[in-house]
Protein backbone atom coordinates (compact mmCIF):
# COMPACT_ATOMS: atom_id res chain seq x y z
CA UNK A 1 0.00 0.00 0.00
CA UNK A 2 1.05 3.52 -0.75
CA UNK A 3 1.60 6.24 1.92
CA UNK A 4 -1.25 9.21 1.58
CA UNK A 5 1.75 11.64 0.97
CA UNK A 6 2.30 9.85 -2.20
CA UNK A 7 -1.16 9.78 -3.51
CA UNK A 8 -1.50 13.05 -3.24
CA UNK A 9 1.35 14.32 -5.26
CA UNK A 10 0.64 11.92 -7.77
CA UNK A 11 -2.86 13.62 -7.60
CA UNK A 12 -1.36 17.26 -7.54
CA UNK A 13 1.19 16.09 -10.72
CA UNK A 14 -1.81 14.78 -12.64
CA UNK A 15 -4.16 17.93 -12.39
CA UNK A 16 -0.42 19.82 -13.31
CA UNK A 17 0.15 17.84 -16.62
CA UNK A 18 -4.22 18.19 -16.91
CA UNK A 19 -3.68 22.17 -16.61
CA UNK A 20 -0.59 22.54 -18.36
CA UNK A 21 -2.46 20.44 -21.66
CA UNK A 22 -5.51 23.09 -21.28
CA UNK A 23 -3.46 26.20 -21.21
CA UNK A 24 -1.38 24.55 -24.35
CA UNK A 25 -4.91 23.82 -25.83
CA UNK A 26 -5.85 27.15 -25.33
CA UNK A 27 -2.70 29.24 -26.09
CA UNK A 28 -2.96 27.00 -29.49
CA UNK A 29 -7.02 28.20 -29.93
CA UNK A 30 -5.98 31.98 -29.10
CA UNK A 31 -3.07 31.80 -31.80
CA UNK A 32 -5.21 30.24 -34.53
CA UNK A 33 -7.55 33.27 -33.48
CA UNK A 34 -5.20 35.64 -33.75
CA UNK A 35 -4.10 34.24 -37.34
CA UNK A 36 -7.35 33.99 -38.62
CA UNK A 37 -8.09 37.49 -37.37
CA UNK A 38 -4.43 38.67 -39.12
CA UNK A 39 -5.01 36.96 -42.01
CA UNK A 40 -8.98 38.10 -42.32
CA UNK A 41 -7.54 41.88 -42.01
CA UNK A 42 -5.08 41.01 -44.54
CA UNK A 43 -7.81 40.09 -47.22
CA UNK A 44 -10.39 42.84 -46.19
CA UNK A 45 -7.41 46.01 -46.94
CA UNK A 46 -6.35 44.15 -50.00
CA UNK A 47 -10.04 43.88 -51.20
CA UNK A 48 -10.05 47.85 -50.40
CA UNK A 49 -7.00 48.31 -52.28
CA UNK A 50 -8.78 46.48 -55.18
CA UNK A 51 -12.14 48.41 -55.13
CA UNK A 52 -10.59 51.86 -54.62
CA UNK A 53 -8.39 51.27 -57.93
CA UNK A 54 -11.51 50.11 -60.05
CA UNK A 55 -13.93 53.06 -58.36
CA UNK A 56 -10.85 55.27 -59.34
CA UNK A 57 -11.00 53.85 -62.43
CA UNK A 58 -14.66 53.97 -62.89
CA UNK A 59 -15.07 57.47 -61.70
CA UNK A 60 -11.96 58.62 -64.54
CA UNK A 61 -14.58 57.09 -67.73
CA UNK A 62 -17.67 58.22 -66.28
CA UNK A 63 -15.76 61.69 -65.84
CA UNK A 64 -14.18 61.20 -69.75
CA UNK A 65 -17.77 59.62 -70.89
CA UNK A 66 -19.58 63.45 -69.38
CA UNK A 67 -16.55 65.38 -71.07
CA UNK A 68 -16.77 63.90 -74.43
CA UNK A 69 -20.50 64.52 -74.64
CA UNK A 70 -20.01 67.48 -73.56
CA UNK A 71 -17.08 68.61 -76.09
CA UNK A 72 -19.62 67.12 -79.28
CA UNK A 73 -22.33 68.49 -78.06
CA UNK A 74 -20.32 72.34 -77.99
CA UNK A 75 -19.65 71.57 -81.27
CA UNK A 76 -22.79 70.51 -82.83
CA UNK A 77 -24.50 73.49 -80.87
CA UNK A 78 -25.36 76.42 -83.61
CA UNK A 79 -27.10 78.74 -81.15
CA UNK A 80 -26.48 80.16 -77.73
CA UNK A 81 -30.00 78.23 -76.59
CA UNK A 82 -27.77 75.03 -77.86
CA UNK A 83 -25.00 75.82 -75.91
CA UNK A 84 -27.49 76.39 -72.89
CA UNK A 85 -29.12 73.54 -73.29
CA UNK A 86 -25.61 71.50 -73.22
CA UNK A 87 -24.41 73.02 -69.96
CA UNK A 88 -28.10 72.03 -68.62
CA UNK A 89 -28.24 68.27 -69.58
CA UNK A 90 -24.31 67.87 -69.14
CA UNK A 91 -24.39 69.29 -65.36
CA UNK A 92 -27.56 67.35 -65.04
CA UNK A 93 -25.48 64.16 -65.91
CA UNK A 94 -22.85 65.00 -63.73
CA UNK A 95 -25.19 65.41 -60.95
CA UNK A 96 -26.25 61.75 -61.79
CA UNK A 97 -23.04 60.41 -61.33
CA UNK A 98 -21.87 62.54 -57.82
CA UNK A 99 -25.85 60.85 -56.76
CA UNK A 100 -24.78 57.47 -57.84
CA UNK A 101 -20.99 57.58 -56.33
CA UNK A 102 -22.38 58.95 -53.16
CA UNK A 103 -25.02 56.31 -52.58
CA UNK A 104 -22.46 53.56 -53.47
CA UNK A 105 -19.55 55.24 -51.09
CA UNK A 106 -22.52 54.58 -48.49
CA UNK A 107 -23.74 51.19 -49.74
CA UNK A 108 -19.72 49.92 -49.36
CA UNK A 109 -19.62 52.08 -46.14
CA UNK A 110 -21.99 49.30 -45.26
CA UNK A 111 -20.36 46.24 -46.50
CA UNK A 112 -16.99 47.34 -44.87
CA UNK A 113 -18.54 47.52 -41.45
CA UNK A 114 -20.49 44.28 -42.11
CA UNK A 115 -17.44 42.61 -43.28
CA UNK A 116 -15.49 43.92 -40.42
CA UNK A 117 -18.22 42.70 -37.46
CA UNK A 118 -18.34 39.49 -39.24
CA UNK A 119 -14.67 39.07 -39.21
CA UNK A 120 -14.03 39.90 -35.54
CA UNK A 121 -17.21 37.67 -34.85
CA UNK A 122 -15.59 34.82 -36.13
CA UNK A 123 -12.24 35.33 -34.30
CA UNK A 124 -14.24 36.04 -31.27
CA UNK A 125 -16.75 33.31 -31.19
CA UNK A 126 -13.88 31.08 -32.27
CA UNK A 127 -15.66 28.83 -35.23
CA UNK A 128 -13.89 26.77 -37.50
CA UNK A 129 -11.30 27.99 -39.93
CA UNK A 130 -13.39 26.42 -43.04
CA UNK A 131 -16.39 29.71 -42.62
CA UNK A 132 -15.12 31.87 -45.01
CA UNK A 133 -14.76 35.63 -44.47
CA UNK A 134 -18.10 37.52 -45.25
CA UNK A 135 -17.48 38.28 -49.46
CA UNK A 136 -17.62 42.46 -50.12
CA UNK A 137 -19.04 43.67 -53.63
CA UNK A 138 -22.80 43.93 -52.83
CA UNK A 139 -23.27 47.41 -54.66
CA UNK A 140 -20.93 45.74 -57.17
CA UNK A 141 -23.29 43.17 -57.74
CA UNK A 142 -25.79 45.25 -57.67
CA UNK A 143 -25.02 47.55 -60.45
CA UNK A 144 -24.76 45.00 -63.62
CA UNK A 145 -23.57 48.16 -65.97
CA UNK A 146 -19.92 48.34 -64.56
CA UNK A 147 -18.16 44.90 -64.60
CA UNK A 148 -16.37 44.74 -60.85
CA UNK A 149 -13.95 41.78 -59.74
CA UNK A 150 -15.86 40.31 -56.50
CA UNK A 151 -13.20 39.96 -53.39
CA UNK A 152 -13.60 36.41 -52.35
Known sequence: MQKPE?????????????ILNDVSSQLTEIASRGTRLAL?????????????????LELARSG?????????????????KDLAAAFRDCGHEQMERFHRSYEHLFTHG???????????????HGEGSNK????????????????????L
Not at 6 to 18: F, K, P, T
Not at 40 to 56: F, H, P, R, S, Y
Request: net charge negative; aromatic share 2%; glycine share 4%.
Open 6 to 18: MLIYRREEASDSQ
Open 40 to 56: GTQKLALCEVIQANQDA
Open 64 to 80: MSIAQEFTSRIVQAHSV
Open 110 to 124: HEILEASTGLVMTVI
Open 132 to 151: PIPKMGLAAEKNASVSRLSC
